[in-house]
């Protein structure tokens, strides 16, 4: 119909067409590969995931998705990369939490505003985290944790992956929530970390199920509590830190997301919002992700903003008190 009146009238149909162009164009989204810039390395569970959700989301939506990994430099490399990139749904990116949450409050200056320069699409997904002792540990509760630290003010140790991360301000806030010091010693690597804990140098720290999976296989560190709101089915023996005499209403979790430039247009961003949280909430990504730890947690783009608006105000205070800035 549109082609007959453009060979009689070409001028009376050029406005039809304009119109007609952005809902077709959204329709068909996306017409060639997408491409997602990630903060992590191959081969990290975040990116197995992602991987996993590419694949899905090119069979689902009929083009590749591409996974460029871009590690390193606090995931500024990547997220600069991302923001540059033409806002038309092509290139998105995938960041932790911290990046797009506590990363304003301890830089001075971002390379980035995960506000202005970028649109949540969803989270991927949300990682559970264990306070993790030694096997042979004399702590059998978070109670008995605490107990020891009120004792001996900054005295009892713990470790986390490295400043700023979410096993430290985990614990900050842990601490705070109690009324108690403790000393905090992070590390380079979470192999050396555990190890640090499956042999008593500190008493405990947070990790997830993969990162402290190694050492609990090998039976040298046990998962004494876990920090969500209520038990996991694949964890029912481990209690929640409340639980196990820890403060009430203590929960302590990470996310990763896909993001978009500012400027992608909000069909664009609802359309890959559908896709994904398909994806992610199918039965085998399900199955998959237990052995991870991980929990599927997509949400609406409005949600999501929402999330990093909370979670923002959440950390603010605990890292005012610390007085943590990295710049």
Same mark, same amino acid.
């Given at each position: 119909?549109?082609?007959?009146? !453009?060979? /009689?009238? =070409?001028?009376?149909? +050029? ?8 809902? #077709? *164009? $959204?329709?068909? &989204? ?85 506000? !202005?320069? /970028?649109? =949540?699409?969803?989270? +991927? ?8 002792? #030694? *096997? $042979?540990?004399? &702590? ?188």
């Amino acid at each position: 119909m549109i082609a007959a009146i !453009k060979r /009689f009238c =070409p001028l009376l149909a +050029l406005p039809l067409a304009i119109a007609a162009a952005p809902a #077709g *164009a $959204n329709e068909e &989204y996306p017409q060639r590969p997408v491409r997602i810039i990630t903060v992590f390395p191959t081969g990290a569970g975040p990116d197995t995931v992602l991987r996993l959700a590419a694949d899905r989301l090119s069979r689902s939506l009929g083009k590749q998705f591409i996974v460029e990994n871009r590690p390193g430099g606090n995931g500024f490399i990547a997220l600069t990369a991302a923001k540059s990139a033409t806002p038309d749904g092509y290139t998105l990116a995938y960041a932790s939490g911290s990046q797009l949450t506590t990363h304003t409050l301890v830089y001075s200056k971002l390379p980035y505003d995960p506000v !202005k320069d /970028f649109r =949540p699409v969803t989270p +991927l997904f949300r990682n559970s985290f264990f306070i993790v002792v #030694g *096997a $042979n540990s004399s &702590y059998k509760t978070v109670g008995d944790i605490l107990a020891a630290a009120k004792a001996a003010p900054g005295k009892l140790a713990y470790a986390s992956e490295f400043v700023g991360s979410p096993g430290h301000l985990g614990s900050l806030m842990l601490a705070a929530a109690a009324g108690v010091q403790m000393s905090h010693v992070p590390f380079r690597e979470t192999l050396q970390l555990f190890n640090a804990v499956a042999n008593n140098e500190v008493a405990w720290a947070f990790g997830s199920a993969a990162t402290a999976g190694p050492a609990l296989q090998a039976g040298r560190v046990r998962l004494m509590a876990i920090g969500t709101p209520a038990r996991l089915p694949a964890y029912p023996d481990v209690p929640t830190v409340p639980q196990s005499g820890g403060p009430a209403g203590y929960t302590l979790d990470a996310w990763t997301a896909v993001i978009a430039p500012a400027a992608v247009p909000a069909p664009v961003i609802g359309r890959l919002n559908k896709a994904i949280s398909e994806v992610m909430l199918d039965a085998d990504m399900r199955q998959r992700l237990i052995v991870f730890g991980y929990e599927p947690w997509p949400m609406s783009p409005a949600d999501t903003g929402r999330l990093i608006e909370s979670d923002t105000a959440r950390y603010a205070k605990i890292i005012r008190d610390a007085n943590l800035k990295f710049d």
